[in-house]
């Protein structure tokens, strides 16, 4: 056995581990020092995993995108507060009660909305979201252990609460599980790329970028042939039945956002766009006639080129972002 492919299994092993104690550190260490391969055998494999999950308190706002267990327990009267919940774009996120101590007689709540909501704008839109708005919110008050898992449509979701007396609170467990078909989308990172396919479904599916970028498509795939052109009041891809649209704004809800192009037709790109907005989305429309797809990479901005904007960009919309 080479020293470097010992020194190896213990990088790999310090990483895993979240350490419980150092007696137990070094019954592992002493494990791995005589068989290297115990390291991946499905029995340590699932104590390692038991060990590292990730725990810690949660405040009143809050924002997490690691699986985990979290705790908030009010130490004086937290009568506005949220934690807002975000993975991967191809994972649901559930939430799950471990524990919950508060008193719903007394005016306290703890509700988990299906997506997020911002300033009273909502994320996925109502038009794209497939629950009604009211079915989203899942209220503790109301159902109480008997909802003690909920999985949210997408990669985002969020819990709002009121506790008024100090000592009382909650902890959750946060879980993550792959989603096939991702439709609604918050990106986690201000550049990346993506692929977004709609199957057969009668759906609206938007992917959210919440920074100012340059949005380049790469390939579209769409159940018939018509043209590309920029929005105007008359026009448009309103009247088809599968399009592309992308949108610009200030806000979280795609519907109060700013169309800015339409693409209505199958082509192999490249397509590019500026968009100085504060929130910039692409939005697939589909009838459910046809398998959908739309591929696209984005960058953000730099600060350059949102005071010096030329080439492909819509300089009249989201003048405050500039």
Same mark, same amino acid.
């Given at each position: 056995?080479?020293p470097?492919?010992?020194?190896?299994c213990?990088?790999?092993?310090?990483?895993?581990v979240?350490?419980?104690?150092?007696?137990?550190y070094?019954?592992l260490r002493?494990?791995?020092?005589?068989?290297?391969?115990?390291?991946?055998?499905?029995?340590?494999?699932?104590?390692?995993?038991?060990?590292?999950?990730?725990r810690?308190a949660?405040r009143?706002?809050?924002?997490?995108s690691?699986?985990?267990?979290?705790?908030?327990?009010?130490?004086?009267?937290?009568?506005?507060?949220?934690?807002f919940?975000?993975?991967?774009?191809?994972?649901?996120?559930?939430i799950?009660?471990?524990?919950?101590s508060?008193?719903?007689?007394? $005016? #306290? *709540?703890?509700?988990?909305?299906? +997506?997020?909501? &911002?300033?009273?704008? !909502?994320?996925?839109?109502?038009?794209d979201?497939?629950?009604?708005?009211?079915?989203?919110?899942?209220d503790?008050?109301?159902?109480?252990?008997?909802?003690?898992?909920?999985r949210?449509?997408?990669?985002?979701?969020?819990?709002?609460?009121?506790?008024?007396?100090?000592?009382?609170?909650?902890?959750?467990?946060?879980?993550?599980?792959?989603?096939?078909?991702p439709?609604?989308?918050?990106?986690?990172?201000p550049?990346?790329?993506?692929?977004?396919v709609?199957?057969?479904?009668?759906?609206?599916?938007s992917f959210?970028?919440?920074?100012?970028?340059?949005?380049?498509?790469?390939?579209?795939?769409?159940g018939?042939?018509n043209?590309?052109q920029?929005?105007k009041?008359?026009?448009?891809?309103?009247?088809? $039945? #599968? *399009?592309?649209?992308?949108?610009? +704004?200030?806000? &979280?809800?795609p519907? !109060?956002m700013?169309?800015?192009?339409?693409?209505?037709?199958p082509f192999?790109?490249?397509?590019?766009?500026?968009?100085?907005?504060?929130?910039?989305?692409v939005?697939?429309?589909?009838?459910?006639?046809?398998?959908?797809?739309?591929?696209?990479?984005?960058?953000?901005?730099?600060?350059?080129?949102?005071?010096n904007?030329?080439?492909?960009?819509i300089?009249?919309?989201?003048?405050?972002a500039?």
């Amino acid at each position: 056995m080479s020293p470097s492919f010992k020194l190896q299994c213990h990088f790999i092993l310090i990483f895993l581990v979240t350490l419980r104690g150092e007696s137990r550190y070094l019954e592992l260490r002493e494990a791995v020092d005589h068989d290297p391969f115990l390291l991946f055998s499905s029995n340590l494999k699932r104590e390692l995993a038991e060990e590292q999950m990730y725990r810690r308190a949660l405040r009143c706002l809050d924002m997490l995108s690691l699986q985990g267990q979290f705790t908030f327990t009010a130490d004086r009267p937290q009568l506005h507060c949220a934690a807002f919940f975000i993975s991967e774009p191809e994972e649901f996120i559930t939430i799950h009660y471990d524990l919950v101590s508060i008193d719903c007689q007394g $005016g #306290d *709540f703890l509700k988990v909305f299906d +997506g997020w909501i &911002l300033k009273g704008e !909502k994320f996925p839109s109502s038009q794209d979201h497939p629950l009604p708005t009211t079915e989203r919110y899942i209220d503790f008050c109301e159902s109480g252990l008997s909802r003690r898992s909920i999985r949210s449509s997408q990669n985002v979701a969020m819990i709002f609460f009121r506790i008024h007396e100090p000592g009382n609170g909650f902890t959750v467990t946060i879980t993550t599980n792959p989603n096939l078909f991702p439709c609604n989308v918050i990106s986690q990172t201000p550049n990346g790329r993506f692929t977004m396919v709609v199957p057969h479904q009668h759906r609206n599916c938007s992917f959210s970028i919440i920074y100012p970028v340059v949005i380049k498509i790469s390939d579209l795939t769409l159940g018939h042939l018509n043209g590309l052109q920029l929005k105007k009041p008359s026009a448009g891809c309103g009247g088809k $039945g #599968d *399009f592309v649209e992308l949108l610009g +704004g200030t806000g &979280l809800d795609p519907s !109060k956002m700013t169309p800015l192009a339409d693409l209505c037709y199958p082509f192999h790109g490249p397509a590019q766009m500026k968009i100085g907005c504060d929130n910039t989305v692409v939005r697939m429309v589909s009838s459910g006639k046809h398998i959908n797809r739309v591929t696209f990479e984005y960058r953000q901005l730099e600060p350059y080129e949102l005071e010096n904007p030329n080439g492909n960009s819509i300089q009249e919309v989201c003048l405050s972002a500039l």
